[in-house]
């Protein structure tokens, strides 16, 4: 009997969907399968939507070592018998249902990604998006986002060194929480999600598994949604501190010859992990899950089978060689229970108190459809990108009072009140604190270390998603090269609207289209990802907003500078301009028009080429111990970058070119690929050579020193005003 409407929209699959599952079977799905494809044939599992657009994303370099899609995450070679895999992962929809717990399994459901590669979890980040804080149930979002991140993270012991955080309306009921893990892998000890050969026993290690999750892949991640008390129950749980536990068990199970595959048992839970364990083997698998540990009564197959409790992992391990395992993992105080084997076949058969209650076809199963589209630009972002920028007035306050609000706005003001919150110390391996461009750690064993950042603004990819996602690449890049850091791979969080809307396949395509150009330009690799779609309420999509997550290398990390200014005298030189100020065009999808003029419009642009130049120059000369400081000219502008690094570095500066008429869009434009370095007097000439023989243009600025800030004629602002509301104005906005 054919299912209903209300079974399909629960887990989220079309009537077509459905349609072409009774086609490959040859007959209606069992309740359980139908559940099993629910699941598998998600967005957020099957990347149904995405597929085809993520296969032509650049994904080949001498340093990787694991490609992206082969594993859970890809793996890059650091050199010194050291390589690196991290990757970026949504929690979107469960957080704006429970903000604390949302967040908190995001983080631990990311973490159990890169740990299921063999990798120790050596740091986190994320990237966030809500609504304008003046809302009281953005704060609350806020507050519960930030106490899951920071109370999972603290109580594992992983730190916590970076990310960024934007508001804007478009996020007010669809909050974005992306999470990021770093982990390290020594001497070459990667561990893969599947078996070896037919007999291999399939082991499921860690927390109990509860009614917590269901549908949280299918229902929550993979479809619109305005929020209902009863989507609560698809939120999980977690427990950090037996994740933590969970971390040292497996790591040290890959040394005990019986382990031959290591699985995340996250989204879809047992059903996702163990039938792609069974894909990626080639072979059948035969499930007995009234094995599985339960911590409810009565919890029927469909239950455990898609339950997606926290802290749980699959081990593929030899038959006859459990033995060594089961002690391994009562020495940790955890359990381990054989839940099935892999056989020679082509089905996953589920087994309940010895009768067969389900058997499909492996393939038919992880093999969800693909869909492509054209996207087709709509008139109303011609007409945005058209808009006469020369035509927006000019602020009636003075230009120092409109620096204050720039610098006191939340999408500018300093983290610190949230990053204070993250132990981002525990390790001991953090060399750059979170608050500047990157966080740079330092490898034990090696003079080497890593910078790692996040970036995008949703804003500019609205305006033109091509380019935008272009700008998110560079800029990410350029947060590592402003610290000396080489940019070696990447990762992306896709964060869109609903993909069946002509304007977000639209969006799509040219984001995703500008990402493999940027990455292509710096010749580096996207080494994993996540897709989150349907972001949307009340019908409004979100911003699109890839995230794109960035590694970098120093060869050497004591060579490496940080954002504020450090000396009297010092001159400030600005690296990929030869104006000292910027002009009109600049404001395209500016903060500065956002928040001053209340617009979202114009036309963004890159020059990709003088973008990798700039930012070689600036390596260059961080290598050669020429700079003292270096900071990316984003967000607020020049003005604004240059106020940043002098209160980070809490020492003046002096601009002694006057901005001109329109100096607000001198000010506070964002045209990219600028750099803003300081450097003494005697090494201006060597920095100017290194940007002559790359064709980099440049300008001295002014110089460093005194109490006050200074811009020409226009502004002259004690250090201290400026200082006050950069590092007091994200708690003013926030506060009830």
């Not at 070459?188 to 070896?196: H, P, V, Y």
């Not at 150009?517 to 019908?539: M, W």
Request: overall charge negative.
């Amino acid at each position: 009997m054919p299912v209903t409407q209300e079974t399909l929209d629960e887990i989220a699959l079309s009537r077509d969907e459905y349609e072409a599952i009774i086609d490959r079977l040859g007959r209606e799905p069992e309740p359980l399968e139908l559940g099993l494809f629910g699941a598998l044939w998600s967005e957020h599992c099957g990347y149904k939507h995405t597929k085809a657009l993520l296969r032509t994303l650049p994904s080949s370099s001498d340093r990787l070592l694991v490609a992206p899609g082969a594993e859970n995450a890809g793996v890059v070679d650091l050199g010194d018998g050291l390589a690196v895999c991290f990757k970026i992962e949504s929690h979107n929809h469960p957080s704006a249902v429970e903000p604390f717990e949302g967040a908190a399994t995001g983080v631990g459901g990311i973490i159990r990604d890169i740990f299921a590669m063999g990798a120790r979890p050596i740091a986190l980040l994320n990237s966030l998006r809500f609504g304008q804080p003046d809302d009281a149930r953005t704060r609350y979002l806020l507050n519960g986002v930030i106490g899951g991140i920071s109370s999972y993270g603290n109580c594992i012991g992983i730190p916590d060194v970076g990310g960024e955080i934007f508001f804007s309306d478009t996020y007010k009921g669809n909050p974005l929480v992306n999470a990021m893990c770093v982990g390290l892998i020594e001497n070459g000890k990667m561990a893969s999600a599947s078996a070896k050969e037919p007999g291999d026993l399939l082991m499921l290690v860690g927390a109990d598994t509860g009614r917590d999750g269901i549908h949280g892949a299918s229902g929550l991640a993979s479809r619109s949604f305005e929020e209902q008390a009863e989507m609560r129950s698809a939120v999980q749980v977690g427990n950090p501190f037996l994740e933590k536990v969970l971390i040292e068990a497996c790591i040290e199970s890959l040394d005990l010859p019986g382990v031959v595959g290591l699985q995340d048992c996250g989204a879809a839970g047992i059903t996702s992990a163990a039938i792609e364990m069974a894909e990626r083997s080639g072979m059948g698998l035969k499930l007995t899950i009234d094995d599985v540990p339960r911590r409810e009564e009565g919890m029927t197959p469909y239950e455990v089978m898609l339950s997606e409790s926290q802290e749980r992992m699959l081990l593929a391990v030899t038959h006859g060689m459990e033995g060594p395992v089961f002690d391994l993992f009562e020495k940790w105080d955890l359990d381990a229970t054989v839940i099935g084997e892999f056989e020679l076949g082509e089905n996953v058969r589920i087994y309940d108190e010895g009768v067969e209650v389900s058997s499909t076809p492996v393939i038919t199963l992880t093999d969800a459809p693909e869909y492509k589209f054209a996207g087709v630009k709509p008139q109303w972002l011609t007409d945005l990108q058209n808009a006469d920028l020369s035509a927006t007035p000019i602020p009636s306050e003075s230009p120092s009072e409109i620096l204050l609000k720039m610098l006191a706005s939340p999408n500018i003001a300093s983290r610190f009140p949230i990053y204070r919150q993250y132990d981002y110390h525990v390790q001991t391996n953090t060399v750059v604190e979170p608050g500047g461009d990157a966080a740079v750690l330092r490898l034990k064993g090696s003079k080497r270390g890593i910078a790692v950042s996040t970036d995008c603004n949703g804003r500019i990819c609205y305006l033109d998603p091509e380019i935008g996602t272009a700008i998110a690449v560079a800029e990410a890049c350029r947060n590592l090269s402003v610290t000396g850091a080489l940019p070696v791979a990447l990762t992306d969080g896709l964060n869109f609207g609903n993909p069946e809307t002509p304007d977000v396949q639209f969006q799509l395509t040219e984001s995703i289209a500008g990402m493999g150009r940027a990455a292509d330009a710096f010749g580096i690799p996207i080494v994993s990802g996540n897709a989150s779609l349907y972001n949307q309420s009340q019908g409004t999509d979100i911003f699109p907003t890839p995230i794109i997550g960035s590694l970098g290398l120093l060869k050497d990390v004591e060579k490496h500078v940080t954002a504020g200014f450090k000396s009297d005298g010092d001159v400030i030189i600005m690296l990929g301009a030869d104006s000292a100020w910027d002009d009109i065009d600049g404001l395209a999808g500016s903060e500065y028009l956002d928040l001053i003029h209340g617009k979202v419009e114009g036309q963004p642009k890159l020059d990709m080429d003088l973008e990798i130049r700039t930012q070689a120059v600036c390596r260059d000369a961080i290598e050669k111990g020429l700079v003292k400081s270096g900071h990316d000219v984003s967000d607020g502008g020049l003005a604004v970058a240059i106020t940043e690094s002098a209160v980070i570095g809490g020492i003046g500066a002096s601009i002694t070119a006057a901005p001109g008429e329109r100096w607000d869009a001198a000010m506070f434009g964002e045209t990219q690929s600028r750099i803003i370095v300081s450097a003494t007097s005697e090494n201006l000439s060597e920095i100017e050579k290194l940007a002559q023989v790359s064709n980099v243009p440049m300008v001295a600025l002014g110089t460093v020193g005194g109490e006050s800030l200074s811009f020409g004629d226009s502004i002259t602002l004690p250090l201290a005003d400026a200082d006050d509301a950069w590092k007091n104005g994200f708690s003013r906005a926030t506060a009830d």
